[in-house]
Each structure stands twice: as C-alpha cells, then as structure tokens.
C-alpha cells in the first residue's frame, strides 16, 4: 500500500501561485494513476485532477483547466499540482490520492489518501 505526505498549502492572496506536493512511499507507486482531491467547508470532495502511471496522458476538472499542472516524477516518487491564477473558490484541503479509476466521467480511488494540506486563497 501506498503511503502519501502531502505538502505545499498555505495562505495566498487571489491570483498567486502555489506548488503541492505529494511523496510517496512504497516500491509499487509508479504502477498506479495518481490525483488530486479537494474538500471546501460544507462541499463533498471534488475531483481536481489526475495523471497516468507513465505521466503521459492528464486530466483536470473543468473548474481548473488551464490554471492548474500535475505532474509526477516516478523516480523521486513524486506527484506534483502546480497551482496558478488562484482564486477564493479554490480554497479546500487538498488530497492526494494513489490508484484512480475513472468511469463514465466519475473518478474513483482504489489506493491510499493523503492527510491533506489547507489551501487558503483570499480576494
């Protein structure tokens, strides 16, 4: 099983950037789709963004298309999401996640959860 640290949040002002941070641990990591999650207060957790076990093929919700980057470095067992052109709605805990699935345009994991890192964009 893999066991994912995320790191990265903190308080921005609306527009600024910010770079998460996921490392992971086990020698299985770079078999599996990894993402991104988020919970705002009183929202269910959302999609954010995926990346395939090879890092050739993404996918992001639309609400952050364009703005934000994964990436995944599968030798330092990294995954990334390169936050830009922040906005207050994007304020959440954010997730990682390890072994996702999508069907019918729903995303599933399979895999651990990360313990999240707030991020906090103010206008």
């Known amino acids: 099983q893999v066991q994912l640290v995320e790191s990265g949040g903190g308080l921005v002002q609306a527009g600024a950037s910010l770079r998460l941070s996921c490392a992971a641990s086990g020698r299985t990591f770079s078999r599996y789709a990894m993402g991104w999650f988020r919970q705002a207060p009183g929202k269910e957790r959302e999609f954010v963004a995926a990346?395939?076990?090879?890092?050739?093929?993404?996918y992001y919700a639309d609400s952050v298309k364009g703005r934000f980057t994964i990436s995944r470095d599968n030798v330092k067992n990294m995954v990334y999401l390169q936050m830009n052109s922040l906005k207050p709605e994007d304020t959440a805990v954010y997730y990682c996640?390890?072994?996702?699935?999508?069907?019918?345009?729903?995303?599933?994991?399979?895999?651990?959860w990360g313990q999240g890192t707030q991020v906090t964009v103010s206008s």
């Open positions: 990346i395939s076990w090879s890092g050739g093929s993404t």
């Open positions: 996640a390890a072994d996702l699935s999508r069907e019918n345009d729903r995303w599933s994991v399979f895999g651990s």
